[in-house]
C-alpha cells in the first residue's frame, strides 16, 4: 500500500520513515535542546525552534506531534508526560502527593524508568540543569502548582519544597540506591512519604 | 630549621613535603578509593589500604590522620567530617534534624561548597554510587543511625527517608537551582524542612 507512507501519524508512529531525510529530525531536537535550554519550556515556540532547524514548523508537528512532546524528545524523555500528568490531574487536591509520587516512582520503577534516569544522571552530572528544572516546574508540576497557591502566592515555595524531596527520593532511590528506601515496595514508600510532600503542598504555611 | 622536616603532624598540615616521594600519596589514595568503593567505609582497614598501596600503615596516617580523613580525601571533601558531625552531636535528638540541615546546608552554601557538590555531581553522573552511599551512611549518619532507633528496628528506614529529603534539598538547591528553594536563606531553609525530616527521624513509625 504505497499509499499510506503520506499518512502523517502513521510515519510518527513508525518513526523516521522517509530515508532522504533522517536528518531533518535530529537538526529539529538540536534547535528544540538549544532553545528549551536557554528559555525553558513556556519561552519557546515551536516557531522559533521550527525556524532554527529551518524547516517549516508543520514539519515540527509531523516528526513531534505536540510542544510538549517535543520537549520530552529533547529530554530523552520515553514517555509522553501526559500519561503521568492525567494521574494527578484525576485527583483532589489533598491527594496530589500520594498521586504524583505513585506516577512519578512508579515510572522510575517501570522498564521506561533507566532511560529517564539516564536522562537525570547527565544533568546531575555536569549538563546544563534548564531543561530538567524547566521540565519540572513548567510542564511536570505547573498544574499542581496552580491548585495549590493556598494563600495565594504560596505555590513557588510548596512546589519546590515539594519537588525536592521528590528529586531526593528519586535519586536515594534509583541512583544511590541507599536501603532500605531503595527496596521498598512503591505501597510502603507512597505510604511513608505522601504525607510529608502532601504537608508541603496544603499543610500550613507563611509566605 | 632542618629539624623540622622529620615532623610528621607539620607535614601534613603543609601537605605534601617530601619532593621524592610525592607518588605516594597518589598511590594511597587511588587504593582507597578502589577500597572504599569496593567494601565502604566500615569494611575497610587502613591496613588493607597500605597493602594496597605497597607502603607501610604508618604512611597513610601520616599523609591523611584518621581514616575517616582519608575516606573525606578519597571523595575529595575539603573539609573534615568530624565538623559537621560534631554539631550534630551536641543537640539532642528531637533537634537532630535541625542541626543536620543547618550544618549540611551550610557546608554546601559555604566557600568550600563547590567541591563537594563538584565530587557530588561526578558520582551522580555516572561514577560508582558506593563511595557517596557509603560516607552518608557509614560517617555522616553512622551517630544518627543509633539515636533514633526507636522502636528498634526502625533506624534504617527513618535515616534512608531523612536522607532522601536531604539529598533532594541540595540537588534542588545546589545543582537543578529550583526557586524559590534555591535562593531561600538557611534559617528559612531550616524552618521549613526541619519538621519533615525530624518526623521521620523521630515521629510515629510503623517497622
Known amino acids: 500500500m504505497p499509499g499510506g507512507r503520506d ?31 536557554e528559555s525553558g519550556f513556556d519561552g519557546v515556540s515551536v516557531r522559533a525552534i521550527a525556524a532554527d532547524a529551518a524547516v517549516d514548523p508543520a514539519l515540527v508537528h ?11 524528545a529533547a529530554l530523552a524523555l520515553p514517555v509522553d508526560p501526559e500519561t503521568v500528568l492525567a494521574q494527578v490531574r484525576a485527583v483532589p487536591v489533598d491527594e496530589i502527593a500520594r498521586a504524583v509520587l505513585r506516577a512519578v516512582v512508579g515510572l522510575w520503577d517501570s522498564p521506561q524508568g533507566a532511560a529517564v534516569i539516564g536522562a537525570f544522571r547527565t544533568v546531575l552530572g555536569g549538563g546544563d540543569p534548564q531543561l530538567i528544572r524547566s521540565f519540572i516546574l513548567e510542564v511536570a508540576l505547573k498544574e499542581v502548582r496552580a491548585r495549590v497557591d493556598t494563600p495565594p502566592g504560596s505555590a513557588e515555595v510548596r512546589v519546590s519544597l515539594a519537588a525536592s524531596h521528590m528529586i531526593g527520593i528519586l535519586v536515594a532511590r534509583r541512583i544511590l540506591e541507599i536501603e532500605p528506601l531503595a527496596s521498598m515496595p512503591l505501597d510502603e514508600l507512597v505510604e511513608r512519604c505522601a504525607p510529608q510532600i502532601q504537608h508541603y503542598l496544603t499543610g500550613p504555611i507563611e509566605v
Request: zero cysteines.
Open 62 to 72: 509531523h516528526y513531534f506531534g505536540t510542544k510538549r512532546n517535543l520537549f520530552a
Open 7 to 37: 499518512d502523517a501519524a502513521a510515519d510518527h508512529v513508525s518513526g523516521g520513515r522517509r530515508p532522504g531525510k533522517s536528518g531533518t529530525r535530529e537538526q529539529i531536537l538540536a534547535a528544540a535542546r538549544t532553545r528549551f535550554a
